[in-house]
Structure formats: C-alpha cells, structure tokens
C-alpha cells in the first residue's frame, strides 16, 4: 500500500484480486486492503480499530478479522458490499481465515450484524 508503514499481502483470486493488510504510517493502525490491478482500496468494517483482510475467492467475497474499540475481535465475511460479522459463542476472539474459491452463501453464516461499506 503507498505510503504505509508495513504491507502484508493474505490472499489472491483466480483474477489477482490480492488482499491483505498495512499499518498506516501515522497512526499505526492495521487497515484492510483490496489490490485490484494495481489500485488499492482500503476495507474496514464499521466500528474496526484494527483489520487484516485474510481471504477473496473468485466472487470477490473477503473474509478476516476486526478488532473494536473494547478489544473483542470478530470474524467477517464481507459480501457485494455488506460486512456479516462471524462470532462463535463462548469464544474470547473469531478470525475467517480462509474462504472457498466459489461463492459463499451469506445466509448459511450465523450473523451479529450486517452493514453496508
């Protein structure tokens, strides 16, 4: 990402779509990336202070995980523009590593929020 501290690439597509994270200069906070072609687009959930984008299939679906501002992280699937966020019950933090190649069907995830980007 220009002008970032530090640029993790996590996943790529069948069309080199790439994902990952960077740590913003300045402030030092993780910040979610889209790598089309070479423009980069920044993908955050609402209410994260931290995210790292893990996956993208061939639907351009992303999963990952975000952080908040009282330090819970949350799992996400983001899909045509909506953010469902993943949480196990019980569980201290949820992370959606990975992402099958095909298209998710957001319905068949057990959703705490669903918000347009």
């Known amino acids: 990402m220009p002008g970032a501290f ?3 690439a996590s ?6 779509q790439i ?3 960077y740590i913003e200069a300045v402030s030092g906070l993780n910040r979610g990336f889209l790598d089309i072609g070479g423009t980069f687009t920044t993908i955050d959930p609402p209410g994260s202070i931290g995210t790292n ?3 993208i299939n061939n639907s351009a679906q ?3 995980a975000y952080t ?6 949350l799992g996400f699937l983001r899909s045509d523009g909506m953010f469902i966020a ?4 019980g569980a201290r933090s949820t992370t959606a590593e990975g992402i ?3 298209q998710v069907q957001p319905a068949q995830l057990r959703s705490v929020s669903m918000t347009q980007d």
């Open 100 to 102: 099958n190649k095909y």
């Open 62 to 64: 992303i999963v990952g």
């Open 86 to 89: 993943i949480e196990v019950p």
């Open 19 to 21: 994902v990952g994270h």
């Open 11 to 16: 996943g790529i597509n069948d069309t080199e």
């Open 53 to 55: 984008l893990l996956g």
């Open 68 to 73: 908040l501002s009282n330090l819970s992280t």
């Open 6 to 8: 530090e640029t993790v």
